[in-house]
Structure formats: structure tokens, C-alpha cells
């Protein structure tokens, strides 16, 4: 998703935990990268706040926001999308990644938390609320096969790529997001 999206990883970007997808696909177009985390305990974050609770996050100040599978670890996810959108400038790209399927990841559920898990149709409605529907992109990505292996704890690199050619809308395991601010 964020390879087929590197023409959006451009300008000045935020990524949420680290800059893994700022530096593999924005490369030269990335005026500054910053890095969001809601702990001071990530020593790489430029930026401390919960997306949750904007206030002391910057406005208007994003070219692009990268969130790879955050939402599900954010109880107020509607304040979420609202705060990707505030921090974007206009014309700013969110590309956004959220599990359908996934199993529980304990440590976070002990530790803050492990809320959600969201089909296309739930992202489609959630990002509307924030961002024009006609500048909305949402795919579900998923198939059987990969539903079953990801229960099994099977990676892709353990399956023939024919086995992730096709997407079956009857499972759902990865929803992508790209909105663009008005």
C-alpha cells in the first residue's frame, strides 16, 4: 500500500512510532520527516501527543500522515481521524492501514490497550466524517488463505504469491485508507 502511495510520502511528513515508510518511499520528495508517539519513552519522537486528544498537536502542518495499524490501539478512534485531519494542511494525504482481522497483541492489551478492529465499510464512514467522500481511496485486502495463515501466525513470505493474488470481500484481514484534506 505505501509503495503504491510513495508519490503522496512527500513534503513534510509524520509518521506514527517511527519513519520506517517515511524513508523506504518518500525518499528525495521529503522536505522533513517528524516521527508521533503518544510516550516519551520512543526516543525517536519528534512529536509527543495522543491522537486522541489534539490540543497540544501541531494544525495545518502535514503534507502526509502515515498511521500503519494505529487506529486499533486508539479507543476514541473518531477523535483519531479528526486530529490526522487537523494536523494535515489542505490538500494533505492521510494513508492510513487498519487490521479487519487480527489477533489480540497482548503486550498492548495489558499495557494500553488493543480496541478495535474496522471492515471497509467502517472506514469508509469513519474517514467521511473528516474528509470529503469523493476524495476518499478505501480497500480491503484479504482472502481466505491469508485469514487462515495469519490465524495459524504463518507470514506472507510462507505462502506461494498466487495464494495473495486475489482479494475475496468476504475476508477482510487489511483495510487501506488514503484521504486527501479539502
Not at 519513552?41 to 500522515?65: K, M, Y
Not at 499495557?111 to 466524517?129: K, M, N, P, Q, V
Request: aromatic fraction near 8%; include cysteine.
Amino acid at each position: 500500500f505505501y509503495a503504491a502511495r510513495a508519490a503522496d510520502i512527500r513534503g513534510d511528513v509524520v509518521e506514527i512510532g517511527d519513519d520506517l515508510y517515511t524513508k523506504r518511499h518518500g525518499g528525495d520528495r521529503v522536505a522533513s520527516s517528524a516521527i508521533l508517539d503518544y510516550s516519551t519513552a520512543n526516543r525517536r519522537a519528534t512529536l509527543i501527543g495522543d491522537l486522541a486528544s489534539a490540543e497540544s498537536l501541531p494544525r495545518n502542518r502535514f503534507d502526509c500522515f502515515i498511521a500503519p495499524q494505529t487506529l486499533r490501539y486508539t479507543f476514541d478512534v473518531r477523535e483519531a481521524v479528526r486530529t490526522m485531519q487537523r494536523m494535515l494542511k489542505p490538500g494533505g494525504v492521510a494513508l492510513v492501514t487498519l487490521a479487519a482481522l487480527a489477533p489480540i497483541d497482548r503486550v498492548r492489551m495489558d499495557r494500553e490497550g488493543d480496541y478495535w478492529r474496522a471492515t471497509s465499510r467502517a472506514a469508509r464512514r469513519l474517514f467521511a466524517e473528516h474528509f470529503p467522500p469523493r476524495r476518499l481511496a478505501v480497500a480491503a485486502h484479504g482472502n481466505l488463505m491469508a485469514a487462515t495463515a495469519l490465524l495459524y501466525g504463518l507470514a506472507a513470505e510462507d505462502l506461494a504469491p498466487r495464494d495473495l493474488a486475489r482479494d475475496d470481500p468476504d475476508y477482510e484481514l487489511v483495510v487501506t485508507v488514503r484521504a486527501v484534506k479539502a
